[in-house]
């Protein structure tokens, strides 16, 4: 049976991304270590089996048509899976090993965990590498196809359940509230946090969680202004009568970066447990099974932070 993998030469696909990110058919070449002639023929390859120019010319330069401006995020990914593929090994030797590995992550529990994990990581496999990748703005529908794509995703628990995890840290809440702000009081209640106007992050996973665990209250946060980034929050609340409701061991470090201050929160919320969540594909993978043992032991260092 003739498949389209089958049509065509999987080689040309490497050099279609170097082409569509080159924009250039000499850069791309000498990317590859391929001459200019036989760059020319794979595009020539890639131009027939596509039927489509992919590469332009405006002006003096080459630009990308529609469809290689579709192609271009699928072939890196592909690309990426591909070099995965090919450098797996039954062995793992961390001290000689080169392999990349990724972790999706919000920005909060990426300033949790990157100390101590990258520590490690970096003495003990000094030529592996970690990628960190944002979490999608939105509740993760697709969770399958999501944790084959990366190495862990870190999301709380209470999101997905089915799949292989490893506790790393929990956290309690607590509010960032600016320091001019003489409305919020030392202690606020969760009902009084209904009072004020809120900068919330948008992303899945923590603060998702927090906005249900006070719906079980019938309690519901009004949301002036939204940002991707936990980092922005001290920003969106200095200086201003918005609050935002943080996890407490981001909320020491971002004290520091704006005029602002913690507020407890009486009675407090249940707290969150952030865990390492991976397809089961992965289980049996050498390396895998270390950077496993390497997350476990940097959440030993969180236990007493």
């Given at each position: ?15 279609l ?50 469809l ?40 909060y ?6 100390r ?14 970690v ?9 993760v ?27 790393l ?43 249900q ?10 949301a ?25 061991r ?18 407090t919320?249940?707290g969150i447990?952030?865990?390492?969540w ?16 390497v ?9 007493g932070?």
């Amino acid at each position: 049976m003739t498949t389209p993998l089958t049509r065509l030469d999987l080689n040309l696909l490497v050099s279609l991304l170097a082409l569509l990110e080159e924009r250039n058919v000499t850069r791309a070449g000498q990317r590859l270590h391929i001459s200019q002639p036989a760059m020319s023929s794979a595009l020539a390859r890639l131009r027939r089996h596509f039927d489509d120019e992919l590469l332009s010319r405006c002006d003096h330069e080459y630009v990308l048509t529609p469809l290689a401006r579709r192609l271009l995020p699928v072939l890196r990914e592909m690309v990426a899976i591909t070099e995965r593929i090919v450098d797996t090994r039954w062995e793992f030797d961390p001290a000689t090993a080169h392999r990349q590995f990724s972790v999706m992550v919000s920005d909060y529990a990426e300033m949790v965990l990157a100390r101590p994990f990258t520590a490690v990581l970096s003495e003990r496999a000094p030529m592996c590498s970690v990628t960190f990748l944002p979490l999608p703005d939105t509740h993760v529908e697709d969770v399958d196809t999501v944790l084959r794509r990366v190495d862990v995703v870190v999301l709380p628990h209470g999101f997905h359940g089915g799949y292989p995890c490893l506790d790393l840290f929990s956290d309690g809440w607590c509010v960032l509230a600016a320091t001019t702000n003489i409305a919020v009081a030392d202690r606020i209640s969760p009902h009084q946090l209904t009072k004020f106007p809120h900068a919330v992050v948008s992303t899945a996973g923590d603060v998702a969680l927090a906005a249900q665990l006070l719906a079980v209250d019938n309690l519901e946060l009004w949301a002036q202004t939204r940002t991707p980034y936990f980092l922005a929050l001290p920003f969106l609340v200095e200086g201003t009568d918005r609050i935002a409701l943080v996890q407490r061991r981001q909320a020491r470090r971002l004290c520091a970066a704006a005029d602002v201050r913690i507020v407890d929160i009486e009675p407090t919320l249940p707290g969150i447990t952030e865990a390492a969540w991976w397809h089961p594909m992965h289980d049996a993978d050498p390396g895998h099974q270390w950077l496993r043992a390497v997350l476990a032991e940097a959440s030993v260092e969180l236990a007493g932070c």
